[in-house]
């Protein structure tokens, strides 16, 4: 089992422009969570997800972020029209059940700059 | 507010040592709590996960134990060693299906 996968590992992108970041769940796992550390700060939730369905996104920027997770592929991320607040490293956990009930698994993270 | 807090944010300790890293989350009403221990700029690496029901969980040299009415957990590393030195991170599912983590504590075992 090769973990969760993140991709790219460093992400740099100007002001205005998209970013795209990739989370391939591990092997049995339909839980996906994506999570933004700031620097100097904790990790904070933004979006939990299932295949298909977002079901709670309570901690997502209102505008500029969307999230998916397709009943085929990774799961992305995208961020558009970048600024630099954005800059921070985005962090995506997968689970078998939800991380209410079971062990959540993180993935190595995408850093992202934006210049 | 749901929140957890880590005291110290920082710890330096002599290596064989044994040292206690402490957790406090603010209801008692909790599913899970998780440990993970984070090495600069790596991902999380899961160490022990409590269940609401349970009192502790070890895994070779470390022990995590949770006191719900108190509102406390600690990670008990026993003889630390340099290769324990990262930040380890404490978080909580409040039964919504997301974790609430603590900022952490930075710990550095001194050879």
């Known amino acids: 089992n090769a973990g969760v996968m993140q991709n790219p590992r460093h992400l740099v992108r100007r002001r205005g422009q998209e970013a795209r970041l990739r989370c391939s769940p591990m092997?049995?796992?339909?839980?996906v969570y994506w999570y933004r550390q700031l620097p100097e700060e904790g990790l904070k939730f933004m979006v939990y997800?299932?295949?298909?369905?977002?079901?709670?996104e309570s901690g997502m920027p209102k505008e500029r972020f969307s999230a998916e997770f397709p009943k085929e592929g990774p799961s992305i991320l995208r961020i558009q029209q970048v600024v630099r607040g954005d800059s921070a490293a985005y962090f995506c956990?997968?689970?078998?059940?939800?991380?209410?009930?079971?062990?959540?698994?993180f993935g190595q993270g995408t850093r992202l700059t934006v210049v | 507010k749901q929140e957890v807090t880590q005291i110290p944010a920082a710890l330096s300790v002599p290596e064989g040592e044994n040292l206690v890293l402490n957790c406090s989350f603010t209801?008692?009403?909790?599913?899970?709590l998780q440990w993970f221990r984070q090495d600069p700029g790596k991902g999380l690496t899961s160490l022990l996960l409590?269940?609401?029901?349970?009192r502790e969980q070890t895994s070779g040299r470390l022990n995590a134990s949770l006191d719900k009415s108190s509102g406390r957990s600690t990670l008990y590393i026993a003889a630390s060693q340099p290769g324990d030195s990262a930040t380890y991170l404490c978080?909580?599912?409040?039964?919504?299906?997301?974790?609430?983590f603590g900022t952490g504590t930075r710990l550095t075992i001194i050879p």
């Open positions: 092997k049995g796992h339909s839980h």
């Open positions: 209801d008692s009403a909790i599913y899970n």
């Open positions: 956990a997968s689970s078998t059940s939800g991380t209410g009930n079971t062990e959540a698994f």
């Open positions: 978080a909580v599912s409040f039964g919504n299906e997301k974790l609430t």
């Open positions: 409590i269940q609401s029901s349970q």
């Open positions: 997800l299932q295949k298909e369905n977002i079901i709670d």
